[in-house]
């Protein structure tokens, strides 16, 4: 991800010296925060709380990124409490005397085992979890709050012919080149992708007939709800920004629908 420009650096380091966490006179902070808290922390230290109201790790890690390993383990209405900041990038804590608002502009990723014992859908070893353990397992991340995950990718084991003879990938200042320019793109559109409004979102994603064709098949067969598409179209978006293109192609929205594949497999299963 780039540095932070400046008027970023601004907001996040009133947020950690709101926190507690930045000492007076060390300045702006100049690179993007990386929060990874345990899956055993608070409410109030996740979202935001406490009298006088203090920011959570998702304000503290705005701008910057969320990580929740774990996810799965973490309590059910703790995850719940991170819908509204998804949807709408902020937190809003009421309490008698005031309401205070904190920016959650964050990138969340999080991830999981695929069940309680790890070991679902390894080639060799096989799950020891019971159909009800699977369940339990899964129910533990709410359908709305997957549905507000844009990007779903299942990691399957590797065979040491793929561990030993890996290639390497990009390097990362090659692939922070493309994502600067990406962003440079959406910046001069008025915002990010993420934060496009819809009517920005309708000009600048706009599909042609097979893109039609894709999210209609995926709402009446796949049962695509309408934040699921609109997410999708953003991701779509940028997808095409990453790679120079103008229009937002029916195969950039197919690329980014397969990132829903676990949400589709998961529905169909329940």
Not at 10 to 15: D, F
Not at 80 to 106: K, M, N, Y
Not at 231 to 250: K, N, Q
């Amino acid at each position: 991800m780039p540095a932070l420009a400046p008027e970023e650096a601004l907001v996040v380091t009133r947020l950690h010296s709101a926190a507690g966490l930045r000492p007076p006179g060390r300045g702006l902070m100049s690179r993007r925060p990386f929060r990874a808290p345990h899956h055993s922390l608070s409410r109030a230290a996740l979202v935001g709380g406490g009298s006088p109201p203090r920011p959570g790790e998702i304000s503290l890690a705005h701008h910057g990124i969320l990580f929740l390993d774990e996810f799965a383990e973490y309590p059910r209405h703790l995850l719940d409490a991170l819908r509204e900041p998804l949807d709408t990038g902020s937190v809003w804590i009421s309490r008698v005397s005031a309401v205070a608002v904190f920016p959650a502009q964050a990138l969340v990723v999080a991830a999981m085992n695929p069940c309680r014992c790890g070991w679902l859908g390894h080639p060799k070893r096989g799950c020891r979890c019971t159909p009800a353990d699977l369940e339990r397992h899964h129910a533990r991340v709410s359908g709305p709050v997957l549905d507000r995950l844009d990007l779903q990718i299942e990691v399957p084991a590797l065979t040491s012919d793929e561990l030993l003879r890996a290639t390497p990938g990009e390097s990362s200042a090659v692939v922070h080149a493309r994502v600067s320019v990406a962003r440079a793109r959406q910046r001069e559109r008025g915002a990010l992708n993420a934060m496009l409004s819809n009517a920005a979102l309708r000009k600048h994603c706009a599909l042609d007939p097979a893109g039609t064709r894709l999210i209609a098949d995926a709402v009446d067969r796949g049962g695509m709800s309408a934040r699921a598409v609109h997410r999708a179209l953003r991701v779509a978006r940028t997808i095409a920004d990453l790679a120079g293109e103008e229009s937002v192609t029916a195969l950039r929205l197919a690329e980014a629908l397969q990132y829903r594949a676990y949400e589709a497999r998961r529905v169909v299963a329940g």
